[in-house]
Structure formats: structure tokens, C-alpha cells
């Protein structure tokens, strides 16, 4: 019991948080960030809250009486995260989160895999290190003006009195949740067809770690940490899901040898 709660999906992006911090050479590919994040970040915020928020605490107040002021929390939250990811995660952090991806499944004896698309330093001392550069495009997830367009067409479902947010989360995080195994899908060279079904047989799965990566996300400041720390918790899934997989499929090819060996 206590094992299959542990295994439970949405749990994957916390278990990425714990995972970066636990490796100490993953610090560079944050470090080297560090900077643009927290400026942008802050600025963005700051504005929001100094300039929209009591604005939009009025206008829910209306509706909502005392609830307006969790609900325009979140809606000034979502704002802003809807434009830090439309100004940093586009322009600036898929290479890292590629890296922190690829590397995790490294660590996750999935080298072989990852060498497939990128070259790699077997001599290195950690997986960071290993990382070469990429022998095809490499990209963690596909810019999506589509996906920024519908988080900003949904923030006003937040209106709603109490369960406007988490209706907010579930329906971006439907979205949001595949995106995180892009690179995955990449790497398993999936067409669009096989994309599509692989995601639609576990929907739920996907969108529950959609709707914590996103709420963690949402987090001021701390965002962009989160959004790395989510590529580590995607990867570990994928690798738990990728070893299920070669597992299964070694169970078949032995078994059909067997059978070959000693047909009925």
C-alpha cells in the first residue's frame, strides 16, 4: 500500500525536487540562471500585485465577497506565471531542462537511450558532465502559443466562488501534463499517432502531474526553480515507465526462445 502510494503520479514532481537537490552537480544548470530568473520573476510579480491586485480583489469582491482575496491570489499568481513563461521559458530554459531530462535518465541507467540523440563523455564523473552536444533537435517542449493562449483564456474561470482554482488547475494541467514528457516522446522516436495514444491511455496520470508541476509553478519567485525541478520528477517517471517497458518486452523475447527451444 504504503509502495504504490509512493509510486502515484502526481507525486513525481515533488520527488523531482527532492532528486535535483540531492545531486549537487545538477546546481550548475540553476546557477547559471539564477540571475535572469530572479529578476525577471520579481519584477513581474511586484508589478502584478502592486498594480492588478487590489483592482481585481474589488471586481471579485462583488461576487465572491470575502473569497475575492484567495481568488485574485491566484489569479495574480496565474497572470504571472502565464507571462514568465511566455518571456524565460521560451526563450531561455529548454536547453536546460533537455539537460536535467536527459541526465536524469542517465543517472536512471538509461544512457543508451539518450546517447541516441546526443554525444556523450562516458569518462565524465556525473551525468551532467556527460552530456555532449545534442545530435538531433533536442527540445523539452514545443513552444505552444496555443497552450499560453488558453492559460490566459481560462484565468477568469478563477471568478468562480471556491472552485474556481481548482477547476483553473485541472483543466490547464489536462494540457500542461504531456508536455513534460515531450522529450521522452522524442526519444522513443513516437510519430504523432503513437504520441497521441501513449498519452490518451494515461490522461489522468498525465494530468495530475500537470496540475502539481503547474500549482508549484504558481509559487512567486520560485517558479522557474520548480520548473526545473518538475524536468527531474518527469524523468524519473519516464525511466520508471521506460524500464517497465524493456522489461516486458525481455519477459516476451524469452519466452518466445523458449517456446522455439521447446515448441509444443
Do not use: C
Given at each position: 500500500m504504503v509502495g504504490s502510494l509512493w509510486d502515484a503520479t502526481w507525486l513525481y514532481p515533488f520527488k ?111 551525468s551532467v558532465q556527460m552530456l555532449g552536444k545534442p545530435s538531433v533537435s533536442s527540445v523539452y517542449s ?123
Open positions: 523531482g525536487i527532492v532528486y535535483f537537490l540531492g545531486h549537487p552537480y545538477f546546481y550548475p544548470l540553476f546557477k547559471a540562471r539564477l540571475v535572469p530568473i530572479l529578476f525577471l520573476a520579481t519584477f513581474i510579480y511586484a508589478n502584478l500585485f502592486i498594480w492588478t491586485f487590489l483592482p481585481q480583489v474589488a471586481f471579485l469582491a462583488i461576487f465572491q465577497g470575502a473569497g475575492a482575496w484567495l481568488n485574485a491570489t491566484f489569479l495574480v499568481l496565474g497572470e504571472g506565471a502565464a507571462m514568465v513563461a511566455l518571456l524565460f521559458e521560451a526563450f531561455f530554459v529548454d536547453e536546460t531542462l533537455v539537460d536535467i531530462f536527459d541526465a536524469v535518465l542517465i543517472d536512471q541507467g538509461l544512457a543508451d537511450m539518450v546517447g541516441e540523440a546526443r554525444l556523450l563523455h562516458p569518462g565524465a564523473p556525473n514545443p513552444f505552444s502559443f496555443r497552450q499560453i493562449i488558453e492559460f490566459v483564456i481560462l484565468l477568469p474561470v478563477n471568478f468562480i466562488p471556491f472552485v474556481g482554482v481548482p477547476i483553473f488547475l485541472l483543466l490547464t494541467g489536462y494540457r500542461a501534463g504531456p508536455f513534460h514528457h515531450w522529450r521522452y516522446f522524442k526519444l522513443r522516436d513516437f510519430s504523432k499517432k503513437e504520441r497521441k495514444d501513449y498519452v490518451r491511455e494515461r490522461q489522468l496520470k498525465y494530468t495530475w502531474f500537470g496540475v502539481v508541476a503547474l500549482t508549484l509553478q504558481l509559487v512567486p519567485v520560485l517558479s522557474m526553480l520548480f520548473l526545473l525541478t518538475s524536468a527531474a520528477g518527469g524523468a524519473l517517471w519516464a525511466a520508471k515507465m521506460e524500464k517497465a517497458r524493456r522489461t516486458r518486452e525481455n519477459v516476451a523475447a524469452s519466452a518466445v526462445e523458449r517456446y522455439q527451444d521447446n515448441p509444443v
